[in-house]
Nanobody
């Protein structure tokens, strides 16, 4: 059973940066696709970025150029570096994973394309 735990959320002013982390356990890292999502109040969960060890990362248009996804396979940790933050980036941020690569099957930027979820870390951006 894959377990995911996010950390690194907080409150920053617009234009600032935050580095989010997701500690993963109970999986076979090389085969998995990992991703980051967010959900703000009253909105659907939005896929932001996804990565597999042997494939190019992919990003949603809303964050491309501002957010960077990466992973440390040795430490079993997924990261999301968020820069140039805006008030509309305020949301709960979630780490997600599935048992196969990012290029096959459902889009990893769709909620139903992922199998496992963390409990989230909150991000608040003030203007």
């Amino acid at each position: 059973q894959v377990q995911l735990m996010e950390s690194g959320g907080g409150s920053v002013q617009a234009g600032g940066s935050l580095g989010l982390s997701c500690a993963a356990s109970g999986y076979a890292f090389p085969t998995y696709c990992f991703g980051w999502f967010r959900q703000s109040l009253g909105q659907e969960r939005e896929g932001l970025a996804a990565i597999h060890y042997d494939q190019s990362p992919r990003y949603a248009a809303s964050v491309e150029g501002r957010f960077t996804i990466s992973h440390d396979k040795a430490k079993h940790t997924l990261f999301l570096q968020t820069n140039a933050l805006r008030p509309d980036d305020t949301a709960m941020y979630y780490c997600a994973a599935r048992t196969y690569d990012c290029d096959s099957g459902r889009s990893p930027l769709k909620e139903d394309g992922m199998h496992y979820w963390g409990s989230g870390t909150p991000v608040t951006i003030s203007s």
